[in-house]
């Protein structure tokens, strides 16, 4: 039925004679009210008065319907942008993710050559460690040798002092001993 | 190889393109286009808002609900525009959207309109409120399913006998006045 065109040649339309009735109101409507009327969504408070609102203007009659009408649309179009926004989002991620990879890998030959390193390092270090105590027993030894020397010395001094004359006197007594025995 | 945000921008684009075609077509299909804007001015604001609000939140979820009151407030804004704007007089009253494709009303039908008008709003005025509103959104060219979301009516067949009975009563009420006889 087509309501604006309604208009027999003794009968007046209702529906056009209302919208001209209705035509000079346009009622504070805000965007909200009207895209929930167009969504059937109006919260039960609000439900009568932009209803009634609505159906007092012709113009925001036209445009909830409008709106109506265009919801499929707005629905793909959503599913579109956030399809979009995913595939896009999933790129970034796979991205982010290859560099992620990529500095595991460097991380890890970092992590290798860090480790040689202190290897080398504890190497060398031991290495120099051990090198320095074998060396300072050479020294140790060669002062302690040269001590030794000097109390052989001394026990030489001694020996030619004391004790080595004591057996010569000896030996002295007893070949007078055997002599003075036997004479 | 095309840089990945590029790809983005010419899908997102095109997606607008497409929206905004279909926003421009209902626009002219509703007649709004005679309430002094310009459907392709408010087709080009509807995707700017979208693409503004799209850069704002990237991450955030873009629903259908959303994008339904970007298209409202836009148009509603222009229609406020528009009212501003007319210090020239409107359209005349034949030019409304609701006489589109009747035939020009010449001075003594306008004089019988007006007073049948007052009639009407008269009767409309005496019909309880609970079966004004279905009858008011019926006369302003909504479906009985659109009636009943509208008005909170369970269904559409619900909505269906409150608008029919709601007629026939204005109808009498009307011829009862004297205002004659009247079709749908």
Redesign the interface.
Same mark, same amino acid.
């Given at each position: 039925m087509n309501w604006d065109t309604v208009n027999s040649m003794n009968k007046t339309s209702l529906s056009a004679l209302y919208r001209r009735l209705t035509s000079a109101n346009a009622p504070a409507l805000d965007a909200e009210d009207i895209a929930a009327a167009a969504d059937g969504t109006l919260a039960d408070d609000r439900r009568d008065a932009v209803a009634g609102a609505i159906a007092a203007s012709p113009v925001h009659a036209r445009v909830v319907r409008m709106l109506r009408e265009l919801r499929t649309d707005s629905e793909a179009l959503a599913f579109g942008i956030a399809r979009t926004e995913r595939d896009a989002a999933h790129r970034r991620h796979e991205r982010s993710d290859r560099r992620i990879a990529t500095g595991r890998r460097y991380g890890q030959v970092t992590r290798w050559a860090t480790a040689m390193a202190a290897c080398l390092v504890a190497v060398v270090g031991f290495w120099t460690q051990r090198h320095v105590q074998t060396e300072s027993p050479r020294a140790h030894a060669v002062a302690k040798a040269d001590r030794i020397f000097t109390s052989r010395d001394t026990i030489s001094h001694l020996t030619m002092d004391g004790p080595r004359s004591k057996p010569s006197v000896e030996g002295d007594r007893l070949f007078r001993d055997d002599f003075s025995g036997g004479g | 190889m095309a840089n990945?945000?590029d790809l983005?921008q010419a899908?997102?684009e095109a997606?607008?393109r497409? %929206?905004g075609a279909?926003?421009q077509a209902?626009?002219l299909? %509703?007649?709004?286009d005679k309430?002094g804007i310009d459907p392709a001015d408010v087709e080009q604001e509807v995707r700017i808002r979208l693409w503004r609000a799209?850069e704002r939140d990237?991450?955030g979820?873009? @629903?259908?609900? %959303?994008?339904?009151?970007v298209?409202?407030?836009t148009?509603?804004?222009a229609?406020r525009r528009a009212?501003v704007r007319a210090a020239e007089p409107l359209p005349d $009253?034949d030019e $409304?959207?609701?006489?589109?494709? $009747?035939?020009p009303v010449g001075p003594d039908r306008r004089a019988g309109?007006v007073e049948?008008?007052q009639g009407?709003?008269r009767c409309l005025a005496e019909i309880p409120?609970r079966r004004r509103?279905p009858i008011?959104? @019926?006369?302003?060219?909504?479906a009985l399913q659109?009636i009943a979301?509208?008005?909170?009516i369970p269904s559409a067949e619900a909505a269906r006998k409150l608008v029919s009975r709601g007629?026939e009563e204005?109808?009498v009420r009307l011829r009862e006045l004297g205002y004659?006889?009247?079709?749908?």
């Open positions: - | 990945p945000a983005v899908r997102l997606l607008f497409t %929206y279909k926003v209902l626009l299909t %509703y007649g709004l309430h799209l990237r991450s979820a873009f @629903h259908a609900s %959303y994008i339904q009151r298209v409202a407030s148009v509603i804004d229609l009212e $009253e $409304e959207p609701g006489s589109v494709g $009747e035939a309109d049948q008008m009407l709003a409120e509103l008011t959104l @019926h006369l302003q060219g909504f659109e979301d509208l008005a909170g007629l204005l109808k004659g006889e009247f079709d749908e």
